[in-house]
């Protein structure tokens, strides 16, 4: 071996390693970096990270068309842990079914790990008493129907304060109020909870759809969390949530690009201990399965968690 070729080997050697030392540091460093929790990473009392929130889907836009089969098929692949059945879609759970289906399903969805919950369009603003009734009746319905199929919960709206017809805002809420307060205690005797949703013309607002629990006077009302526009508005994000976080059985969330606060919502939810799901309600996709994957990397990446 020359002279010449050993120095030209040492100094490719000398390069090689002082290059590998560089890497080295800058791993080390940006290990650090990320192994140190961001300001927004939710954290116990002692310290410690809190675990993420489960992530759901609701049946409504995106998976309308599935049936229980698709449902199971397309949850289980992209690891979300929840879905929300809403009436009359594809699905066919509904009050219609024998005691026979209604035990496959909660036996399919149990067979999967999956857990569900069903929504309704039943709401209880109506001024005709007639209509209120019917209202009512059908959520008990579709509480036993939910009991049988093994769901935790089930939705329902407040959806308008008719103030138009000359009704005032507060008997529309006591009423509402009273409905709950009918309701809710059935459903608990049947292992189910109800959730009012911050949803509808001027029953948007957190503080409103709480006025309607405090009037049910029942400790079995509970409140669906919606992810409105109204939630950073009047007092903000975090007292709004202060007022009614023990209430929260469900979240809804809709495109998480939007404008809206869902890192600081996440936290607080996290530091609250909220044991519910978190249910997608997205538009259609002729890549579903594609567009859940990135729903979830993003709920994740929104809790510092990934």
Partial sequence: MSEAFTRRELLKSSTAAAAAATLAA???????????????????????????????????????????DTIIKNCTETRFEHIELRTTHAHGVEVTMSQEQRQAVRKRFEDAGLKISLASAFAYHYPDAARLR???????????LARDVGARGFRVFPNALPGGKG???????????????????????????????????????????????????????????NCDANDVKGPGLDANFASVKDRIANVHM???????????????????????????????????????????????ALQNVI
Avoid at 267 to 286: F, H, N, T, V, W
Wanted: with cysteine; glycine share 8%; charged share 20%.
């Fill in 26 to 68: 800058s791993c080390q460093s940006n290990a650090g970096v990320v192994a140190r929790p961001s300001a927004g990473t939710a954290a116990g009392s002692g310290g410690a990270p809190l675990p993420p929130l489960k992530l759901g889907l609701m049946s409504y836009n995106l998976a309308k068309d599935w049936d229980i």
């Fill in 167 to 225: 009704i005032p805002e507060e008997q529309t809420m006591r009423q509402m109020g009273k409905a709950l307060a009918e309701v809710c205690p059935f459903a608990h005797e049947h292992g189910v909870k109800i959730a009012l949703e911050v949803h509808g013309s001027g029953t948007n607002i957190v503080a409103k759809v709480k006025q309607m629990i405090d009037y049910s006077e029942c400790p079995y009302a509970y409140i669906n969390w």
């Fill in 254 to 300: 809709h495109e998480l690009h939007d404008n809206y606060p869902y890192r600081r919502l996440f936290e607080l939810l996290r530091q609250a201990g909220y044991q519910g799901y978190c249910d997608a309600e997205i538009a259609e996709s002729k890549e579903p399965i594609r567009l859940m994957k990135y729903y979830r990397a993003t709920f994740l």
């Fill in 134 to 144: 019917k209202e009512i009746e059908g959520t008990k319905e579709y509480v036993i």
